[in-house]
């Protein structure tokens, strides 16, 4: 079952950065992140692209190439910052921002187009304004949790967290009854978007959504302190003079509107962030944000773009790319959690 706070940071064995070994250690890893982020870019943008270079076509090739790219990187970070952040205002590092029911809900709205509208219903989802008010409606349910549940005299973090599995639930056997509901030509077109998919990303949709994820991570990043601090524990953290309640709720806001972003922009992905921050941990091996934000980011650019650039350009899969990845994460979370034996 969940474990309190103190007990969850009794147990963590993170460190700061103190000698100089382990700044080497951290720096190298990061060259190597580096380096493998910049090779997938560069061959994603210049493989079997089947046309001379430089003339009309190939640049039609490459921005579209490019939009893929700058998707995959405001997915990773999205995902990458919001679990980090996540995990650490609830002390828990196998808990993902995925436990809200931001996918459930993506996937409501989804299937009630479909399931009112038929094919066109789907369609209609597609565009600047439907995606604009898709992120709202998640913003809004999260802003109304987070407040309804963490600012009363009774306020739980797992209460919270319960509620939000439970929401999750419900609103995931609504989408099931809608979807028995509709007629294979329909439910087909709707399975294909309800799998997180690169291709489900617009270029009209950037401009809203890069802003949004970089504005949200410099200010998670400027409480990177306040963040070290909540990891001690809530007593820890009040002792130390940080107004827990308030900065949980913050965050939480912070973390809703990043995942939600993502959700928007890609559809849901339960295990990219997941994936991104454990393997931050064991690398970064440090408690500091500043440092553990950078490395998550980099683990899921590099893993997505990866993934895309294999499975899409060399073995011509391309929608299988989150389907391997959320496989991967899954897997990787029940290993971390028979490990633990314990949420």
Known sequence: MFKTAEHQSLRRHSKPITSSKHMRNYVL???????????????????????????????????????????????????AVATVAFQTAVNNRILTPGIMGFGSLYTVIQTAAAYLFGVGGVVALVGVGPFLLQLLAMMVLATILYTWLLSGRFSNIHIMLLVGVVI????????????????????????????????NARAE????????????????????????????????????????????????????????????????????????????????????????????????????AGSYFILRHVWDAGGAVTVIVELIGGLVFLIVLMRKGRL
């Open 29 to 79: 890893v990061m060259a190597v992140l580096v380096t493998l982020a910049v090779g997938f870019t560069v061959a994603v943008m210049s493989y079997n692209i089947p046309v001379a270079c430089c003339d009309e076509r190939w640049w039609l090739i490459a921005g579209m190439r490019r939009d893929s790219l700058l998707t995959i990187a405001v997915v990773a970070l999205a995902h």
């Open 168 to 199: 999750g639930g419900v609103l995931g056997s609504l989408s099931n009854f809608m979807q028995r509901m509709l007629d294979p030509s329909t439910f087909d077109v709707l399975t294909a978007r309800l799998f997180g998919n690169i291709s």
């Open 205 to 304: 949709y950037l401009p809203y959504a890069v802003p949004i994820v970089l504005l949200v991570t410099a200010l998670l990043w400027w409480r990177a302190n306040t963040l070290n601090v909540m990891a001690l524990g809530k007593t820890a953290a009040l002792n130390l003079g940080v107004s827990y309640k308030r900065e949980l709720i913050i965050i939480m806001a912070l973390v809703s509107v990043l995942v939600a972003t993502a959700t928007a922009l890609v559809g849901p992905m339960m295990f990219l962030g997941f994936l991104s921050a454990i393997l931050a941990y064991q690398f970064a091996d440090t408690y500091s944000h500043r440092l553990l934000l950078p490395m998550a980011f980099l683990f899921g650019y590099t893993i997505l």
